[in-house]
C-alpha cells in the first residue's frame, strides 16, 4: 500500500465506522477495527478476503458491477445498501459508501469503503411499514389530522365509508362530515377532551359524500411531542350502522307486537311505571280491553281473518287516541289503554265510549262484513292503585263486570269487586275439589198425576255437601261449573247417578218411574253427549224411556242448528225431552213445532203467583191450553199451596211438582212412602176453599 493511501486511513483505524481498503483485484487490503469488531472478526481474519465473500449471496452482482465501473474511473463514488456476512454466517446490513483512491500518477489504484451498521434503522423502518400497512389495511376508518385538525391522512376503509379520497379531503377538517343530527354539545365535548389532552369515545351520525347517513363509533386522540404540544389528533371510527339498525330490529322485535305494531306488554308495564312515577294533577286511567266472541270468529273463519280484524282494531284505537295517551296489545284480543291527562271523570267515560263505538263500527273482512263488540274494564292509575300489577288486576275484574253486564260496555273498578273476585276464585277451587272428594249427591222430587195423585216421574236435584258452608244449592254453583268448564264431569255425574238410581227403583220391583234429568247449555257444545248418554244407559241398564232431560229455552236459542241435531238423536233413541222453565225465556212457540220437544214445564214464577195474579194465571192456562194443542205434556213446577193445585187441576194440568207434595228427598227417604204405596190425593182436598 502506498503511502498517501495508509495516511488516508490512519485516522478510520480509530473511528467507530467501519472502514476498509479494496485493492484493485478486489480484495480487503485494510480493515479497520470497527468494521471488524461490527462482523464478528478479528482485523488480520480479513485480510486479503475477497470483497464478494463478504456479501450475502444474492447481492454480489451489484456491487461487483458498482466496483468495476468506479476502478475503471467510469464513476466517482457509489453508495450501496448491502448485506454483509459476519463471522457466524449472521447477516448484517450496512450502507457502503465506495470512494476511489489514486496513487501518485493519479490512477485509481484502490477505494476506500465506509461501512455503515443500519440493522436498528431497518428494522425501525420495518416496524413502520408493517404499521402503516395495518393501518391501511385496518377494519377501522383512520384520519390522522394535524393539531388544527386539517387531515393528514385518511386510510382506504375510510374511503369505503364515506366515499371521500385522501385527495379530496387533505387539508380540511373532518366536519365535511357532520350532519345536522349531531348536537352542538357532543362536539364541544369531544374538543373539551383532546384540549385537555384525553381521548373521546362516543358515537356520531354522519353524513357520506353521497348525501346518505351513518352511524360511527368514534375513538379520538390527541398526540403530543416531547414537548407536551398537541401534534396531531388520530381518530379510529367504525361504521355500525348495521349494529344500530339490527338494535332498532331487536327493540323492535322486543317492544313491539308485530301483528299490529302497537306496544306489547313489556313496552306497556314500562311505561305504566313510568306514569305512576309521575305526580299528575289530572285523571289518568287504565282501560283493558277484551273483544266479545273474538275467539269464536277466529275459530270460524280462521286465523287469516282474525289477524285482520285485530289489526284493524288496532288502527281504530290508534285512530282514536291521541297522544300523550298510549294504546298497547297485550296478546290475543287484549288491548289496554293508558289515557292520560284527562281534566274531567266524563271526559274520561266519553273516551271509553267513544272507543267502544267506534269498534262497533261494522268491518270488512275478505267478502264478509263483521260486526264485534268490546267489553272494557277502567280503573283510576294512582287514585285506586299505585302498584302496575294491581291496576292491571283491577282493569281485569272491571273488564269481567262489564262482560257480565252484557258485554258492549265499560265498568269502573270498584273494591268489592275484589271481594267478589276471590269468591269466585275460592268457589272455583272448592268445586273442583267436590268431585274427587265425593261431596256431591242427588236428592229427588216426584212429579205427580193431577188427577190420581201417585208418582210418576222423579226429578233429580244435584246437592253438594260443602265442607264449611254446608249444603250448598245449584243456582250457588252450577253457573261457576258451566264457566269453567267442570259441568261436564258433573254432569256426566248426574247422569250416571240418576240413571242408576232409577233402574235401582226398577230392581227393588216397584213400578218403574221416569228420571228427569237437568242439563246445561254447555253440555250441547259437543255431539259426544249422545255418545256418553247412550253408553250410561247400557251401564245401568235403564231403557231410554224411562229417560227424560230438561233443557232451558236458552239452549235452543244459543246454538239451535246443533241442539236440534242432538236432541234429534236423543229423541230417535228414545229419550223424552222437556222444556224447563218455561215461560220465562225466549217463549217463541214458533220453534216448539219445530223442537223435537215432548214436555213443558211451567215455570214457578208463574204458579207462585196463583191466585193473585190473573195475568200469570192467563198464562198458565195459555201455556196448557196450547201445549194441548201441540200434542205435549204439561207439567206444573213449585206447587205450593192446594189453591194453586186446584186452579191447575181445573185447566186440565196432567201433572205438578212443589212443596206441596215432597220437596226434594233423598232416594231412601223417597222410597219409604213409595214402597208403602203411598199416594198424595191426601193433598187434593179441599178442591177449593169454602167461601
Ligand atoms: P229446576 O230444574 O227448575 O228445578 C226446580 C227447582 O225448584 C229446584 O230447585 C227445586 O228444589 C225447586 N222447587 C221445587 N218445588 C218447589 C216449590 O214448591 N217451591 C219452591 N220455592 N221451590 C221448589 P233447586 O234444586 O235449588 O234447583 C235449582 C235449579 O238448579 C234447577 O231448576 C235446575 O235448573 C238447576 N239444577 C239442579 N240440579 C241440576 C243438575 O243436576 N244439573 C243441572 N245442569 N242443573 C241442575
Ligand atoms: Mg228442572
Ligand atoms: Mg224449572
Redesign the pocket.
Known sequence: MNKEIAAVFRPLLHTSVGAAIISNDYLLAQVNPALAELLGYRAEQLQRMPLRELTAKGQRACHAADLERLMAGEIDTFDLRVDLVGAEQQLVHTHLSVTPLFDEQQRICAALMLVVDVTTEIRHGLELKKLFQAVESSGSAVVITDARGRIEYANSRFTDITGYHLDEVRGQTPAILRSENTSDSTYRELWGNLKAGQKWRGTLYNRRKNGTHYWALQSISPIHDERGTLVNIVSVSEDITAMKDHERQMEQLAYFDPLTQLGNRRNFREKLSEVLHQPCENYQALLLLDLDEFKQINDTLGHDAGDTLLTTIANRLRFCIEAPSTVYRLGGDEFTVILRDLPTLEGLKHKAQQVIDLLAQPMRIGTRELRITVSIGITLIHLDSTDSSALLRNADLAMYAAKERGRNNFQFFSPDMNVEARRSMTLEHDLRNAIEQHQLY??Y?PQVSLQSGRVQAL?????WRHPTEGVV???DF?PKAEQTGL?KP??RW?LEQACHSARQIQQLGLPPLKMS????AR?FDDEQLVDQISEILDQTGLEPRYLEL?I?EGVLMDNLQQAARILQRLRAMGIRIAI??FGTGYSSLNYLKKMPVDVL?I??SFV?EIPAEKDDMAITTTIITMAGQLGLSVVA????TREQLAFLQQQQCATG????FS??VSLEQFLTGYRAGQDYRDRFTPVFPSQ
Do not use: C, H, Y
Open positions: 242427588l236428592v222430587q226429578e233429580a236435584l244435584i246437592r244449592a245449584p243456582n252450577i259441568i258433573i254432569g248426574v234429568v237437568n242439563l246445561s253440555q230438561e232451558t224447563d222453565d214445564k215455570d214457578r207462585m213446577e213449585g206447587i205450593e211438582q212443589g212443596f206441596l220437596p226434594p
